[in-house]
């Protein structure tokens, strides 16, 4: 029997630890850390090896090593390798403002407006079947109502015959949250998987971080207009030594990723707890959460990201209680 080989799969090294823990697999759900050949899931489709989704999907499930062996998180639900994290299928767009991309991650977030309707205040992205990814100070106090999945533009999603509107089951956000540690979880209804629905990657903890990042959302632009199409803008990393929001508030540099400095092309009000994300070898990758910037959003000056390589640990410590 061919058994597929995933010793090479993890590019850092891991303590002799974690068999028999519990852990959160790639699509969301409470496993076991175990040995490969223990899990029925990785039995059934190893001979599937040439398969660059099945390679990742167990890649992501790597949660510690016995032996020289690694263990994979485990779970008995029939699991779907095949589903990849980071893909997006392109389309045709009319004008530059929509992008020619839809990003299937994105995740609108409604807030409760006293008797109006619901509005949209800031926004996440999807990283398993289960939880959204968004900013602490996106959750803290706030009224949260329900998620929209699935769509690109605000103004009429109810209409879009790909939109997805959520319950929120529970909420949760980083117990040390003032300026720093801003980064918070959603869990939702279990939501599938389609072209208009999808999770994003999230890194290694010591993948590289990229020179340049793509950020996209909805929210206001230099002249304090809210955009119903999701806007997108390609900025650069920062030095911490140049990243005044963060230093001036004595934030430890390994929490956060600085990005930005252009004329016109920062985040703004309305985006807080999107992704800072690139595309790497596993597909787009989310690196950061839109934290907080300049109140000028047109000026430049660089923004703060939580640095989500930093918070690997605490998300999946997060999930697990959330789940149970």
Same mark, same amino acid.
């Given at each position: 029997m061919q058994i597929l080989c995933i010793c090479f799969l993890l590019p850092f090294a891991l303590s002799e630890s974690g068999i028999n823990k519990k852990c959160i697999t790639p699509h969301g759900a409470i496993g076991t850390c175990q040995e490969a050949t223990s899990c029925p899931l990785f039995l059934k489709y190893h001979q599937f090896s040439n398969s660059s989704a099945v390679r990742k999907y167990f890649k992501q499930s790597i949660c510690g090593e016995r032996y020289n062996m690694k263990l994979i998180c485990c779970d008995h639900i029939d699991s779907n390798p095949f589903e990849e994290c980071g893909a997006q299928k392109e389309e045709k767009s009319a004008t530059s403002d929509d992008s020619a991309k839809h990003f299937p991650w994105m995740a609108a977030i409604q807030y409760r407006n006293g008797n109006e309707k619901p509005v949209f205040k800031c926004q996440g992205f999807l990283i398993n079947q289960n939880f959204i990814l968004t900013a602490a100070h996106c959750l803290k106090n706030s009224g949260i109502h329900s998620v929209i999945l699935g769509v690109s533009n605000l103004s009429n999603y109810?209409?879009?015959?790909?939109?997805?509107?959520?319950? &929120?089951?529970? +909420?949760?956000?980083?117990?040390?949250?003032?300026?720093?540690?801003?980064?918070?979880?959603?869990? &939702?209804?279990? +939501?599938?998987y389609g072209d208009k629905i999808r999770w994003i990657c999230l890194p290694s903890k010591n993948a590289p971080i990229p020179d340049w990042f793509t950020v996209r959302g909805w929210g206001m632009n230099d002249e304090k207009s809210v955009f119903t199409v999701t806007r997108q803008n390609f900025i650069p990393s920062i030095s911490y030594s140049h990243c005044p929001h963060a230093w001036r508030r004595n934030i430890d540099e390994s929490k956060i990723i600085c990005a930005g400095g252009e004329l016109n092309m920062d985040v703004c009000d309305g985006d807080s707890g999107g992704a800072l994300m690139n595309k790497t070898e596993l597909g787009w990758t989310a690196f950061g959460i839109v934290a907080f910037g300049s109140r000028d959003c047109s000026r430049g000056d660089p923004g703060v990201y939580t640095k989500i390589q930093n918070y690997l640990d605490w998300l999946d410590r997060t999930m697990i209680e959330m789940l149970h």
């Open positions: 109810a209409e879009q015959e790909s939109h997805k509107k959520l319950k &929120i089951l529970n +909420v949760s956000y980083h117990e040390n949250y003032k300026v720093a540690d801003d980064i918070g979880l959603i869990r &939702i209804e279990s +939501v599938k």
